[in-house]
């Protein structure tokens, strides 16, 4: 017994040494892993395969961590860094979680594949265990150097065909023991529905809380056929969403993400090595980032609709005679709409976006009231909800009305009729509609244009139009 403690003991000082190692391995050779390894928590974890982190922890298997080689570690800690680098802990979304992990093990190997052979150990890596790469293996056909959006829809997209494989495509022809085949769900003409008909290409979210049109059953089908892919795939080193997302908001985790990263962009460019060095993707990235800063929004409602101002007579100690001054106890209170376009074309992470504006909105100005409206060719009354500074940390709606055409006339019709109540107005929207022949709402309106051109120039006087990208 005393034999069996002691090696069970060494295993796991082995595995500690290894992961020192690798922490010493970023500190030396990647500065832009440097930020993210000096702010986890190293915690021993039996119950995870191999590696896991969320931002907050690195979690490592000690077992796992013992059997592999020094270089091994190494690299898998690199791995496990430049997840945080990009994001995935806070990109995820309503996306399956297994398929995100191997997305992001396809967006990431390839930027790292030369450490693996510096270390000597892409055999290791890559035909021992398995790990993921694009033009190797199930995954041949997908090109290097995209993100882990782009591998997700691909990967999406390949469980919908199998879905559609696996369906029968009889209706009603006799089989060859002279029964009928198959006839599918009653009203449907034994014809296989495709999940997320009418929305974009990659926001046909798993997880998506719409119960149209029998969304529910075929996400079910879809959950399925990803876990069963992911099931088939080699995933050395998962990522988790960042815990900042349940006890804060999805803004204040993307914050926090942005600036970790902009600043570890910043530690690579003055040292000069190491990961992500020279890669265009990298700081594309970051600046991809930055054009989605709200603060350009905050920037415009600030100098079109400060906050009002009331007169009083002043305190005869603190005045000059008999003169009455503006007072600002009022500067920040401002009540503004917030229409979210809900039509097919707008995919999930798209109208999320209203939440991030809000959120950003609601920060600067405590004081602040603001209505959400959600809109496609109709006003969704029940949908219509007031919030302020009291509901912070937001939270995504459980579900988005609508679905249907595109058409924004309505909300501008809505602004109109109560524009005594608003001080300005937001739609959130792809742009896919008339917008050139949209009458005046008004009021201040602002139009965010959701992964739409940014060449739009409204011809409302009292418009103005905001470019942001979200994948």
Not at 160 to 182: A, F
Not at 188 to 200: N, R, T
Not at 407 to 418: D, I, K, S, Y
């Amino acid at each position: 017994m005393t034999d069996c403690l002691r090696e069970h003991a060494d295993l796991r000082e082995k595995a500690r040494l290894k992961i020192k190692f690798g922490h010493d391995y970023i500190w030396e050779f990647h500065p832009i892993g440097v930020i993210w390894v000096a702010k986890w928590k190293v915690v021993e974890d039996k119950n995870i395969p191999t590696m896991c982190t969320n931002g907050k922890q690195l979690r490592y298997n000690p077992d796992f961590t013992a059997e592999r080689s020094v270089g091994a570690v190494k690299w898998i800690i690199l791995h496990e860094a430049m997840h945080l680098l990009l994001g995935h802990h806070v990109r995820r979304g309503h996306r399956h979680p297994k398929a995100w992990n191997v997305s992001g093990d396809l967006a990431i190997n390839w930027l790292i594949k030369e450490y693996a052979i510096k270390l000597d150990v892409f055999d290791e890596l890559f035909h021992e265990l398995g790990c993921l790469m694009p033009r190797m293996g199930e995954y041949t056909k997908m090109k290097e150097g995209e993100s882990a959006e782009y591998y997700y829809r691909r990967i999406e997209q390949d469980a919908l065909d199998e879905i559609t494989e696996d369906q029968p495509t009889g209706k009603g022809e006799p089989c060859e023991d002279g029964e009928e085949g198959d006839k599918g769900e009653p009203g449907e003409g034994g014809e296989p529905s495709e999940p997320g008909e009418g929305e974009s290409e990659g926001d046909a979210s798993p997880d998506s809380d719409s119960t149209e049109d029998g969304d529910a059953s075929s996400g079910s089908a879809l959950d399925d056929k990803l876990d069963e892919i992911a099931e088939r795939s080699t995933i050395i080193g998962d990522v988790e969403d960042s815990p900042t997302i349940e006890e804060e908001g999805k803004d204040i985790a993307e914050q926090e993400y942005e600036q970790t990263a902009t600043q570890a962009v910043v530690m690579m460019k003055e040292q000069g090595k190491g990961a992500g060095f020279g890669m265009s993707i990298i700081e594309d990235m970051i600046e991809k980032k930055a054009v989605n800063d709200w603060r350009k929004l905050r920037e415009k409602i600030t100098k079109l609709t400060i906050g009002g101002r009331y007169y009083k007579r002043p305190h005869r100690r603190r005045s000059n005679g008999n003169i009455i001054l503006p007072s600002n106890r009022s500067k920040g209170k401002t009540t503004g709409a917030i229409v979210v376009d809900t039509s097919g074309s707008m995919g999930t992470h798209e109208m999320d976006e209203a939440f991030v504006q809000l959120s950003g909105l609601l920060r600067e100005w405590p004081k602040a009231v603001v209505t959400m409206i959600q809109c496609d060719s109709i006003i969704h009354d029940r949908a219509v909800k007031v919030y302020d500074y009291n509901d912070l940390p937001l939270r995504i709606p459980r579900e988005w009305l609508g679905r249907g055409g595109t058409e924004m006339q309505p909300g501008v019709n809505w602004l109109a009729e109560r524009r005594q109540d608003f001080d300005w107005a937001i739609f959130i929207t792809d742009m896919g509609f008339s917008w050139g022949a949209l009458t005046e709402s008004g009021i201040p309106t602002f139009f965010v244009g959701v992964n739409a051109s940014p060449d739009i120039v409204m011809p409302q006087r009292t418009y103005d139009y905001i470019p942001v990208i979200v994948e």
